[in-house]
Nanobody, 110 residues
C-alpha cells in the first residue's frame, strides 16, 4: 500500500502563488492533482506520467505547472496567478492503483 501526503497549501491573496507537494512512500507512476469544493465532485487539475508527459484542465489557462522528482517519489503543482475560484482542497492520486492522499487546503482570499 502506497501512502501519499500532500503539503504546501495555505492562505494566499488573489494573484499569489503556491507550490503543492505530493510525497509518496515508494515509487509512483501516473499522478494527478484533483481539487474539491464543498458540494462538488472532485475535478482533475493536472496529471503527469512517469516520463513527465503532462496534461492540464482547461481552467488552468497556463497558470499552473505540474512536475515530478522520481528520486524523491514526489510530484509538485506550482500554481501562479491564483484566483478565488481556485479555493479548494487539493488531492494527489496515483491513478493506476487508485491511491489518494488526505488533501491540502488552498484558500485564495483578500
Amino acid at each position: 500500500q502506497v501512502q501519499l501526503v500532500e503539503s504546501g497549501g495555505g492562505l494566499v491573496q488573489p494573484g499569489g502563488s503556491l507550490r503543492l507537494a505530493c510525497t509518496a512512500s515508494e515509487a509512483i507512476y501516473t499522478v494527478a492533482w484533483y481539487r474539491q469544493t464543498p458540494g462538488k465532485q472532485r475535478e482533475v487539475v493536472a496529471s503527469i506520467t512517469r516520463d513527465e508527459t503532462t496534461s492540464y484542465a482547461r481552467f488552468v489557462r497556463g497558470r499552473f505547472a505540474i512536475s515530478r522528482d522520481n528520486i524523491k517519489n514526489a510530484v509538485y503543482l506550482h500554481m501562479d496567478s491564483l484566483e478565488s475560484e481556485d479555493t479548494a482542497v487539493y488531492y494527489c492520486t496515483e491513478m493506476n492503483r487508485g491511491y489518494w492522499g488526505q488533501g491540502t487546503q488552498v484558500t485564495v482570499s483578500s
